[in-house]
């Protein structure tokens, strides 16, 4: 699958995505091999970043009505010193940023958590008390408090 992303300053990107559903595993593995731009720059090599099945259906349900995407970061706090960030945002993609998921349920990533983030399994959970998008399987997470929420890096 190839398609083309406009980013800042009208800079076109184009990811080519290797996209598999595995029904018994239960999520979509996307596999985005390398960013191709005019400026060599900011060509980069992709993480590999796994979405499951629930996490792209309520990305569809969320994001069909003003085509907005799921943006996640990491940042400083939380009890075991960095916390995730998982916020709607519109559709700008920046130059360090890549996208993951389908064209309708679209993951944005930048670059620099990506380092967090790689490998990891992106999930949507529904429970009583709440419903959230949560990050599963961190293999660069050493730990993780009993929230799911923060985290600690592996040495």
Known sequence: MSHVTPVLN?????????????????????????LQSSNPEITKPAADVKLTERCIKQL??????????????????????????????????????????????????????????????IDYESEMIRSAFVVQANPQADAKCSCGVSFSLKL
Do not use: W
């Not at 009208?10 to 390398?34: L, N």
């Not at 389908?102 to 990506?114: G, Y």
């Open 10 to 34: 009208s800079i076109q990107v184009k990811k080519v995505c290797d996209t598999k559903s595995s029904m018994s595993m239960g999520f979509i593995h996307t596999d985005c091999r390398k």
């Open 60 to 121: 569809r349900r969320v994001t069909s009505d003003d085509g907005s995407m799921l943006r996640i970061s990491v940042e400083g706090g939380g009890c075991s010193g960095f916390q995730y960030k998982f916020e709607l945002v519109d559709n700008k993609v920046n130059e360090d940023d890549q996208v993951f998921g389908e064209h309708d349920a679209p993951v944005v990533i930048d670059n620099d958590t990506l380092d967090y983030l790689t490998g990891c399994t």
